[in-house]
């Protein structure tokens, strides 16, 4: 699903990452796509921070090149808001881990914010077909 | 559940910060660890450059740390921490400061919240019915004897009951007192004589057992009780094997079939048990037998207003249709109106008001010392200024402050008030509803914290902002080497100063109106003696004196008895308590006198030879009642004084009156005529605040009621004579009890009570006010002469008098008090009439009352003024110039 955005892609390798002041209205877009990745990457298993990032990187074909670091207000972000859940756990490796897990709010919220995307990128699609 | 886990993930954060960063900081470093790892693997680097490429990929760990606790909201704490801990650092720099400021704000907090635990209890709580603001009262408003709330007879009852289209249940009750033998000690209880509809309306709801149905309400089945939890606890254990037991009331065996709770206290608070109403079949036809409650509920939908206009015109068309209905409408009573009356809702918000005018006068004391604290901190804030701390932060911090000192107050606040709730009832008149629900609960808590917050906000708010407005320069201009104290700030404190007396103005008239009111209920003439008397009531069971022979020889006995206790100076016997309740009264014929429409019915009540000497009363013309006058001869009466102004111009004495008016379409001329033989002075026999009515007495022996209160005269203690008046009655019947024993003053002290309650209550928190208000107008005035210490000692540099400079200050504080006590009186003059039915004898606008408490205000605040100005007049000009 990610991999059909070209569109996106382009201009995306240096402003994905959320900017420190908030409150535009850029900023809120950036943050919301990120909280839409994450959500959708942990529709797959519970993981650990470093795994979501992995995982995105990897299914966007090294498009989404985020800083790690902002994945963590992201996090706490969702976590506040109850979208997904933070448990320690132990990794394969025997070390402590925070394994996220999203709740059906979070797969609610996912939802609704698919299907607007859909609609957005049916019309950019529309446009740029016809144009 | 999602709500649920961002809730537990919200609290978890707040409630553990340590950890919280902990955990962050293991979660980011096991990310870098992980990524080095995968690094050093994948491009055959060293781990050196695999850990720079892993923080290179991850961005500024501080900076993602940082933004994670600020969507985590934790900084925001971590400021509120920052500010409290500020807070409570000056606060034990200033002990002296923030021991007055929390005192006075947990006295205003602390009688807040005590008192609105009372009106809670009282009027907010609902009763503990279902449904219990649909239950009413249905009275009849008898417009003859200007009585809205009388009983009914039971044929109207059943009209209304049949006619009315509002009401779901509508049905009678009675109160009946009744002496329970059988279990220990003869006990005299009081019971609802009820019928079952009754239950139905309050939805009562037995703890065991089974309530009884309307097929009890004929003799034969009646033979059943229903006891309340509190006689069940006490005569019966609490067992459940008290179904089916029998007690004896009145001699008159009844099965126990069910047990009420405890919070069932209907007819009221002393209900102890039920029985069921049968009601006489002489009272199924007569109209004119007055003796029933009623109660009822409404249906689901109708209102108030519907069923008082649906249940009026009910009435209306009685009143037409029987000519001795007429002047009979209904009067419908909420049944929470009916338990807390008028009078005690009015008292109760009043006082209300009262203590929320200390809050705030409270508040302001606090928000004026605050305000000196900021200017003498000036300097303190123009240098956070100057460093570059925003005004936001500045307001933030000094609201941090003034919120703390009055959670601090509101803490203390609370204390207080569990003191004050457990003292309260002890003050509080023993007649008072609902006394035992009265506590701190969620509500009242909930309420206080509220107030503590608004208080908080309210006094702090207006320093925290002005402070922070000060510009830089004017700041550092002014505490610099100004004359004067800064003109804005004083006029602040002066219109704090000047609202706070208007205040005080206001409680202490109110106060003053309150003492009138008691001071003119002491002096009232009662027109019969309160010395020496002792009172208690005999009621002796129908069942076992059925003749009146019986009964007239029981009290003659009695009476023959106690009147040779050693002590004893002389008793006698009444039929109706004194001081409470009100005589039967119907119209009368006088002989010789054509029967108006608008006269007033006649009290009769029975009374035994030797009554009227042993209270004191005094016959004014005609003779007393002697041991001749029995029955079987002729019937005689004494009238009243009031009674010979309506019916008898020319002289009582001799002549006759009979029941019954001309007027009426019943015939009253079957009725026997009684001679009036004596006329006694008028007594306020129902209470020191109540009318004198018509009122005639019958000889006892001519009447011969079973229930009558016995007054002893005693030469010393009455409440000493009480055993001997007990065994005195035993001797005659073993089974008989006797019951409230109390001497005539505690009756009479009883009846006033709650207006000697509320005025001691309002008194004592006008007082609080005056010091509180008195405490800021000495602070305020002291205050301004410190600031102006410099410009006094330019005054008498120049040659200004000593006498001049004190005369100069006290005329500044004391055209601030003049505007204070104006306003006032003028507040007063249209608040007091809210507590118009408070007052008795007296008007709201009383002028003696409003001049008193402006007077005084005006000489207090006059010394309050005094003591700094004094002050001010021993500033040595030298020092003063060299200061600063």
Redesign the interface.
Known sequence: MIARCPTYSNHTLDTMTPARKSGSAQDELLKGTLDMLVLRSLTLQPMHGYAIVRHIERLSGGVFNIEHGSLYPALERLQKNGLVVGKWGESPTGRRARYYTITAAGRRTLGEKVSAFDRVLAAIDGVMKGA | ???????R??IRTLLRPRAYER??R???D??L???TV?QAAGLRNTLDDARYAARR?????T???E??R????LRFFDMLRQDARFAFRTFRQSKGFTTVAVTTIALGIGATAAIFSVVDALILKPLPYPEADRVVMVWMDNRRLGLTEDVHSYPNLMDLKAQNRSLSYLNAYREAGFNLTGSGEPQRVYAGVVSAEVFSALSARPIIGQLFTADNEKTGSDGVAVIGEGLWKTNFGGRPDVLGKSIQLNGRSRTIVAVLPGTFAFPSERTQLWVPLVVPDQARIQRTWFSYWAVGKLKPGVSLEQARADLGAVAKRLAEQYPSNRDYGVTVTPLPEQVVGPTLRTTLWVILGVVAAVLLIACANVANLLLSRAAAREREVTVRMALGASHRRLVRQMLTESLLLSALGGVAGIMLALGALRILPRLAPADLPRMSTIGLNGTVLLVTSLVTLVTGAMFGLVPAVRSSRAQLSENLRESGRGGTAGRGGQRLRRGIVAAQLALVVVLLTGAGLLLRTWLTLQRVELGFSTENLLTTTIQLPGAKYQQSAQVVQFYDRLLERVRTIPGVESAGTIETMLLSATPNSTNITAEGRESRRDDKEMTFDGISTGFLNTIGARIVAGRNFTDSDRSGTAPVAIVNEQAVKSYFPHGAVGKRLRYGSSTDATDSTQNPWITVVGVVADMRRTGVDKPVRDEAFLPFAQTASPGQLLVVHTQRDPLALVPQVRRAVREIDPAQPISNAQTMEQMLSGRVAQRRFSMTLVGAFAVLALTLALIGAYGVTSYLVSQRTREIGIRMALGADPGRVARLVVRDGMRVAGVGIVVGVLISLFVTRLASGLLYGVSPRDPLTLGSAGVTLLVVSALANYLPARRAARVDPLTALRQD
């Open positions: 559940m999602s709500l649920l886990a961002a809730l993930h919200r955990e962050l293991e979660e980011i096991f990310h660890t992980l990524d995968d990929r991850f961005g500024n760990v900076r993602y740390s933004e994670t600020d969507v985590s909201g």
